[in-house]
């Protein structure tokens, strides 16, 4: 007795194109063998590209936080052994490359230090704000009419005693007794004090907390506060 299909005699179907005037819709054997195989073979190139993505980005030196804007992953990662000539680490986000050294000093690094000291507050904060409100530039000038580095309106400015916004340490010294009034007034609330140096006291006293437009800002400024943390951890 045959077991199964062994020593029958069976030929695939054909595919006739066409047979007075009728096609048929069955579709021949040589055809499926041929898709299959493709199917196959590109199947097999997309595995290779997907394990050459995850081969680039791994890295066991890597630390990896949210970015607050985008919501993707922004890797900080120490190659002070290999790759670089300048030795320097790097924070990477997309196709934007920062060196942990530009990310821990900046050209005002003398009065964000004298900031800190005299309003008791971080430093990597002063940083913080200021690279999220002017990227660290004096002649900055918002929409709004914010001005310098750390963007103080000119009557807040005013009502800080900084008579030359436009000067850098007048500015910083400025936006550093501001945030130090505003985590005294929210009893240390980083966050909320954040969002009043953003929005002002009242906004987030009206809406008992963070308000809703101010979120991407306060997750921005404490991003950034924590990747001048680590910049400074790693040396």
Do not use: H
């Not at 199947?43 to 394990?51: A, I, L, R, T, V």
């Not at 990310?103 to 230090?113: C, G, L, N, S, V």
């Not at 979120?215 to 924590?226: A, G, R, T």
């Amino acid at each position: 007795m045959i077991n199964g299909t062994q020593g029958l005699s069976i030929k695939p179907l054909s595919t006739y194109s066409n047979i007075g005037n009728k096609y048929t819709t069955i579709t021949g054997f040589d055809k499926v063998l041929e898709d299959t195989r493709n199917k196959i073979s590109n199947s097999e190139e997309d595995s290779e590209k997907d394990e050459d993505k995850v081969t680039e980005t791994e890295d066991d030196k890597s630390i990896v936080y949210k970015d607050p804007v985008t919501g993707e992953d922004v890797k900080y990662v120490d190659v002070s052994d290999e790759e670089d000539d300048d030795n320097d680490k790097k924070v990477s986000s997309n196709n934007n490359t920062t060196t942990a050294s530009s990310m821990k000093k900046t050209k005002y690094d003398a009065y964000f230090k004298e900031a800190a000291r005299k309003y008791n507050v971080s430093e990597s904060l002063l940083k913080a704000i200021a690279k999220a409100e002017s990227d660290f530039n004096a002649n900055c000038v918002s929409s709004a009419g914010a001005i310098g580095v750390m963007q103080l309106m000119p009557s807040t400015a005013d009502s800080l005693g900084v008579k030359d916004p436009y000067d850098p340490r007048q500015n910083i010294l400025g936006g550093a007794k501001c945030i130090a009034q505003k985590l005294k007034e929210f009893n240390g609330d980083v966050r909320l004090a954040l969002a009043a140096y953003n929005a002002g006291s009242g906004a987030v006293k009206r809406n008992g907390g963070v308000p809703s437009y101010c979120k991407v800002y306060v997750n921005k400024v404490l991003s950034y506060k924590e990747a001048f943390e680590t910049a400074n951890a790693v040396g």
